[in-house]
C-alpha cells in the first residue's frame, strides 16, 4: 500500500503526529507493535502549552472531561522517609509557574492512558489509519521515499508501506534510530526502577495531606509513590533496582507489596495490584531512567519525534509535553512540503528548532531530578514555565511566559479577543495580524495562504497601529513589523517565502 506518511510508535506522541497529520490533510498510517494501547498512566498532566495545541483539534472539552481533578488542581510534590513521616518536606525549586496565567488553557491533569484513547480516536475520526498489532520489521529510504515492511502479529502475515515519510516514535530503544546509527549525548542510564500500579487505601499515612507524587528513601532510595487519584486509593510505585545483579522475575506481587507497604510506612496495608499491558498479567515493569539526546533529529526522510528522540528523567512531566510538541511542529511541515506550498529544506527546520529544545529540557529534568531524589546537584533550575513555553526557535534565552513578546520565534502571546483567544486564530495555516489601520495589510496578502485578522490593539506582539504580525500554523511567530512596510504587498511575499522554506 501507499500514504505519504508512516508513523511507527502508537503512543501519545505518535497518535499525537498521525492526529495533526490528518487535521492537515496529510494522508498517514501509524503502526504499533502492541496490540491496544498501554494501561500504565506514566504522564500524569498537560502543560497550558501542550493543552494549547489539542485545543487547535477541538480536543480541550474531551480532556477536562476525562480529567483526575477539576480546576484549581495544583501538582504537589513531596520528600520524605515514608509517605507516613510527620512532616514532608518539598524540592528547592524555583517557583513553578506553568504559564497558565498567560494561556486561555490551564493545567490539563490527565493521565497519559486516558490521553491516548481520546487522540487515538480523534486521528481516526480525521481520517489517520491506525494499525496496532503491527511491527514495523525493516526500513529503507532513497531520494523519493521510504520502503517499510510491517508484519501483522495476528495473521504472521508481512506487508510493504510505501511512504514519502517515515515519523520514528518507536521509544526510548529506537530501533529505527538504532538501524540510522544516529548517536545520543548525555549521561545515559542513571538507575533502573521497577513500576507497579497498585490499589492500596493510604489515606492513613496522608492524614488529609495532599502528595501528587512523594520521593522516598523507603524502602531503598529513589522510591516514589504517584497519586493515580483524589482518593489516596490508587497508586503507581516505582523504586530503583540493580538490573544487572537483581532479575525482574525476582520481585512478585507479595514482595513489591511488601515494598509498597514500607514506602508508605503502614506495615498492615492491604495491597493489591493491577496487569500494565493489554492482554497480559504482567504487574511488574522494569525500565531504565535516563537522560540521552539524539544528536540528528533527521536523516533524510526520517524523523525522530519523542522517546526516540530524547529521554530523560520523569520529574517535571516534561516528557511527553515535550514529545507532543515535537509531533505538532512536525505534522504542518510535512504538510506544506506535500501539497507543493513549501521547500524541502522546511523539513531541516525540525531539527534546528526542536534538538535545542530538548536539550533545554533534559538539563531542567535533570535539574529537578537531583533536587527532589537528594542527588547530586544538576543543572540551575530555571522556572517551569520558561522550559514548558517560553523557549525560543532563534536561539534566544527562554522567558517566564509572561514575558512573550511577540519576537519571531517565540510562541505568539496569548490575548483575549472577547470570550476567545487570540490563539484560537491558528492551527489551520498562516495568520497575519495587523494593528487597526491593517486595511494595506489586507491588501497586500490578498490571493496569498493567509488569513488576515485586523484587531484594535495588540501591543502584546509588540506591534502598532500600522504593524503586522504572521503566525505559523503551530502558533509561533515567523515575522513582524512593528509599523506598516513601504511596500507590504512585498514585505509579506518576502515573510511567508522566508517561513515556508521557498
Given at each position: 500500500m501507499q500514504t505519504s506518511v508512516l508513523v511507527v510508535g502508537g503512543g501519545v506522541v505518535g497518535l499525537t503526529a498521525a492526529l495533526f497529520l490528518a487535521k492537515h490533510g496529510v494522508?498517514?498510517?501509524?503502526?504499533?507493535?502492541?496490540?491496544?494501547?498501554?494501561?500504565?498512566?506514566?504522564?500524569?498532566?498537560l502543560t497550558p502549552r501542550t493543552m494549547e495545541i489539542y485545543r487547535q483539534a477541538g480536543l480541550e472539552?474531551?480532556?477536562?472531561?476525562?480529567?483526575?481533578?477539576?480546576?484549581?488542581f495544583a501538582y504537589t510534590p513531596v520528600q520524605g522517609q515514608t509517605l507516613n513521616d510527620a512532616e514532608y518536606t518539598t524540592p528547592d525549586e524555583p517557583h513553578e509557574d506553568d504559564g497558565a496565567s498567560s494561556?486561555?488553557?490551564?493545567?490539563?491533569?490527565?493521565?497519559?492512558?486516558?490521553?491516548?484513547?481520546?487522540?487515538?480516536?480523534?486521528?481516526?475520526?480525521?481520517?489517520?489509519e491506525l494499525r496496532f498489532g503491527v511491527e514495523l520489521v525493516t526500513h529503507r529510504q532513497d531520494l523519493h521515499g521510504v520502503l517499510a515492511t510491517v508484519r501483522n502479529h495476528a495473521t504472521g502475515v508481512d506487508e510493504t508501506i510505501e511512504a514519502e515519510y517515515l515519523i520514528a516514535?518507536?521509544?526510548?530503544?529506537?530501533?529505527?534510530?538504532?538501524?540510522?546509527?544516529?548517536?545520543t549525548d548525555g549521561p545515559g542510564v542513571l538507575f533502573t526502577t521497577l513500576t507497579a500500579i497498585v490499589e492500596a487505601d493510604l489515606r492513613p499515612a496522608l492524614r488529609g495531606r495532599i502528595a501528587s507524587m512523594a520521593y522516598l528513601q523507603q524502602p531503598r532510595p529513589f522510591t516514589i509513590l504517584m497519586a493515580h487519584d483524589d482518593a489516596g486509593l490508587r497508586w503507581v510505585f516505582g523504586t530503583g533496582y540493580d538490573a544487572a545483579a537483581e532479575d525482574?522475575?525476582?520481585?512478585?506481587?507479595?514482595?513489591i507489596a511488601d515494598m509498597v507497604r514500607a514506602a508508605a510506612g503502614l506495615p498492615d496495608v492491604e495491597v493489591k495490584l493491577h496487569p500494565q499491558i493489554p492482554g497480559t498479567d504482567l504487574t511488574v515493569l522494569a525500565f531504565p531512567i535516563a537522560a540521552r539526546l539524539a544528536r540528528r533529529y533527521q536523516v533524510g526522510r526520517v524523523f525522530l519525534v519523542g522517546d526516540a528522540a530524547h529521554t530523560w528523567p520523569p520529574t517535571g512531566g516534561l516528557g511527553a509535553n515535550c514529545g507532543i510538541q515535537d509531533a505538532h511542529n512536525l505534522a504542518?511541515?510535512?504538510?506544506?512540503?506535500?501539497?507543493?506550498s513549501a521547500g524541502e529544506d522546511l523539513l531541516r527546520t525540525y531539527d534546528a528548532e526542536r534538538r535545542p529544545v530538548g536539550r533545554l529540557t533534559m538539563q531542567q529534568a535533570l535539574a529537578r531530578f537531583g533536587s527532589r531524589m537528594r542527588s547530586a546537584e544538576g543543572p540551575e533550575l530555571i522556572e517551569y514555565g520558561a522550559v514548558a513555553m517560553g523557549y525560543s526557535y532563534l536561539d534566544r534565552p527562554?522567558?517566564?511566559?509572561?514575558?512573550?513578546?511577540?519576537?519571531?520565534?517565540?510562541?505568539a502571546p496569548?490575548?483575549?479577543?472577547?470570550?476567545?483567544?487570540?490563539?484560537?486564530?491558528?492551527?489551520?495555516?498562516?495568520?497575519?495580524?495587523a494593528g487597526r489601520d491593517g486595511s494595506p495589510w489586507e491588501s497586500a496578502a490578498r490571493g496569498l495562504p493567509i488569513a488576515v485578522h485586523v484587531i484594535d490593539t495588540l501591543p502584546a506582539y509588540g506591534i502598532g497601529a500600522g504593524g503586522a504580525s504572521l503566525v505559523r500554523p503551530d502558533g509561533f511567530v515567523a515575522w513582524r513589523t512593528r509599523e506598516l512596510d513601504p511596500d507590504p504587498e512585498n514585505a509579506v511575499r518576502r515573510a511567508l517565502d522566508a517561513a515556508l522554506a521557498r
Amino acid at each position: 500500500m501507499q500514504t505519504s506518511v508512516l508513523v511507527v510508535g502508537g503512543g501519545v506522541v505518535g497518535l499525537t503526529a498521525a492526529l495533526f497529520l490528518a487535521k492537515h490533510g496529510v494522508p498517514c498510517v501509524l503502526v504499533e507493535r502492541h496490540p491496544d494501547l498501554l494501561i500504565h498512566p506514566r504522564a500524569r498532566g498537560l502543560t497550558p502549552r501542550t493543552m494549547e495545541i489539542y485545543r487547535q483539534a477541538g480536543l480541550e472539552p474531551a480532556i477536562l472531561g476525562s480529567a483526575f481533578a477539576g480546576p484549581g488542581f495544583a501538582y504537589t510534590p513531596v520528600q520524605g522517609q515514608t509517605l507516613n513521616d510527620a512532616e514532608y518536606t518539598t524540592p528547592d525549586e524555583p517557583h513553578e509557574d506553568d504559564g497558565a496565567s498567560s494561556s486561555p488553557c490551564g493545567f490539563g491533569p490527565i493521565d497519559q492512558d486516558v490521553l491516548e484513547i481520546l487522540v487515538r480516536d480523534r486521528a481516526r475520526e480525521l481520517g489517520a489509519e491506525l494499525r496496532f498489532g503491527v511491527e514495523l520489521v525493516t526500513h529503507r529510504q532513497d531520494l523519493h521515499g521510504v520502503l517499510a515492511t510491517v508484519r501483522n502479529h495476528a495473521t504472521g502475515v508481512d506487508e510493504t508501506i510505501e511512504a514519502e515519510y517515515l515519523i520514528a516514535a518507536d521509544g526510548v530503544n529506537s530501533s529505527i534510530r538504532a538501524e540510522l546509527a544516529i548517536e545520543t549525548d548525555g549521561p545515559g542510564v542513571l538507575f533502573t526502577t521497577l513500576t507497579a500500579i497498585v490499589e492500596a487505601d493510604l489515606r492513613p499515612a496522608l492524614r488529609g495531606r495532599i502528595a501528587s507524587m512523594a520521593y522516598l528513601q523507603q524502602p531503598r532510595p529513589f522510591t516514589i509513590l504517584m497519586a493515580h487519584d483524589d482518593a489516596g486509593l490508587r497508586w503507581v510505585f516505582g523504586t530503583g533496582y540493580d538490573a544487572a545483579a537483581e532479575d525482574v522475575t525476582a520481585y512478585s506481587d507479595a514482595r513489591i507489596a511488601d515494598m509498597v507497604r514500607a514506602a508508605a510506612g503502614l506495615p498492615d496495608v492491604e495491597v493489591k495490584l493491577h496487569p500494565q499491558i493489554p492482554g497480559t498479567d504482567l504487574t511488574v515493569l522494569a525500565f531504565p531512567i535516563a537522560a540521552r539526546l539524539a544528536r540528528r533529529y533527521q536523516v533524510g526522510r526520517v524523523f525522530l519525534v519523542g522517546d526516540a528522540a530524547h529521554t530523560w528523567p520523569p520529574t517535571g512531566g516534561l516528557g511527553a509535553n515535550c514529545g507532543i510538541q515535537d509531533a505538532h511542529n512536525l505534522a504542518w511541515k510535512l504538510a506544506a512540503v506535500l501539497d507543493g506550498s513549501a521547500g524541502e529544506d522546511l523539513l531541516r527546520t525540525y531539527d534546528a528548532e526542536r534538538r535545542p529544545v530538548g536539550r533545554l529540557t533534559m538539563q531542567q529534568a535533570l535539574a529537578r531530578f537531583g533536587s527532589r531524589m537528594r542527588s547530586a546537584e544538576g543543572p540551575e533550575l530555571i522556572e517551569y514555565g520558561a522550559v514548558a513555553m517560553g523557549y525560543s526557535y532563534l536561539d534566544r534565552p527562554p522567558v517566564v511566559p509572561s514575558e512573550l513578546s511577540g519576537e519571531p520565534g517565540t510562541r505568539a502571546p496569548h490575548v483575549f479577543l472577547g470570550s476567545s483567544s487570540v490563539l484560537d486564530l491558528f492551527g489551520d495555516g498562516f495568520v497575519l495580524l495587523a494593528g487597526r489601520d491593517g486595511s494595506p495589510w489586507e491588501s497586500a496578502a490578498r490571493g496569498l495562504p493567509i488569513a488576515v485578522h485586523v484587531i484594535d490593539t495588540l501591543p502584546a506582539y509588540g506591534i502598532g497601529a500600522g504593524g503586522a504580525s504572521l503566525v505559523r500554523p503551530d502558533g509561533f511567530v515567523a515575522w513582524r513589523t512593528r509599523e506598516l512596510d513601504p511596500d507590504p504587498e512585498n514585505a509579506v511575499r518576502r515573510a511567508l517565502d522566508a517561513a515556508l522554506a521557498r
